[in-house]
Antibody
Framework: EVQMVESGGGLVQPGESLRLSCVVS????????MGWLRQAPGKGLEWVAA????????RHADSVRGRFIISRDNSKNTLYLQMNSLRSDDTAVYYC???????????WGQGTMVTVS | EIVLTQSPATLSLSPGERATLSCRAS??????FAWYQQKPGQAPRLLIY???TRATGIPARFSGSGSGTDFTLTINSLEPDDFAVYFC?????????FGQGTRLDIK
């Protein structure tokens, strides 16, 4: 069974930092492109960042570039999102997701809530 | 960035009816396009990728069509479980973008 479990969310003040983690099991993590997406309360989906399977390439949305960094540790089957200089408009549920044919997302975690207030 | 516009915003239908949801891209994206379903409190679920390919485990009553700028998701013979919010997404260019969603309500 495939599992993607996010953690690291919580309540922080503006300007603070958080690091989200997503531990993946049941699939070939080291061969999978991965992404972070978010959904503000009552709003639609927003892509945040993406990284290829061996970390050879990563991309970030303009709204987070320079503040957030996506990374991964294939030896730990874990995806990360380092979030710095958090703002109130970063408040959202953050999902990790597996990329399919670069870049639809076919497997999603349950999400972790980040509240900046 | 490529803007995706979904219509209608809300669609009210009865079980057994057919749903037709649309998504228009602000520029041509070939078939680099996907549909997702999201229920309250749940993560999105991939339904369709490459405009018309059903994802693993997706029932045949879901079908996608289109290319270029205009795309359609058709759900035949709606079941109670199908009432949810549907999002479209393009993967043709960065940034990846989503439509604003269509809410499919029970009439």
């Amino acid at each position: 069974e495939v599992q993607m479990v996010e953690s690291g969310g919580g309540l922080v003040q503006p300007g603070e930092s958080l690091r989200l983690s997503c531990v993946v099991s049941g699939l070939a993590f080291g061969s999978s492109d991965m992404g972070w997406l978010r959904q503000a309360p009552g709003k639609g989906l927003e892509w945040v960042a993406a990284i290829t399977s061996a970390s050879e390439s990563s991309r970030h949305a303009d709204s987070v570039r320079g503040r957030f960094i996506i990374s991964r540790d294939n030896s730990k089957n874990t995806l990360y999102l380092q979030m710095n200089s958090l703002r109130s408009d970063d408040t959202a549920v953050y999902y990790c997701a597996k990329g399919l044919i670069r870049w639809a997302f076919d497997i999603w975690g349950q999400g972790t809530m980040v509240t900046v207030s | 960035e490529i803007v995706l516009t979904q219509s209608p915003a809300t669609l009210s239908l009865s079980p057994g009816e057919r749903a037709t949801l649309s998504c228009r891209a602000s520029e041509s994206i070939s078939i680099n396009f996907a549909w997702y379903q999201q229920k309250p409190g749940q993560a999105p679920r991939l339904l369709i990728y490459d405009a018309s390919t059903r994802a693993t485990g997706i029932p045949a009553r879901f079908s996608g069509s289109g290319s270029g700028t205009d795309f359609t998701l058709t759900i035949n013979s709606l079941e109670p479980d199908d009432f949810a919010v549907y999002f479209c997404q393009q993967r043709s260019d960065w940034p990846l973008t989503f439509g604003q969603g269509t809410r499919l309500d029970i009439k």
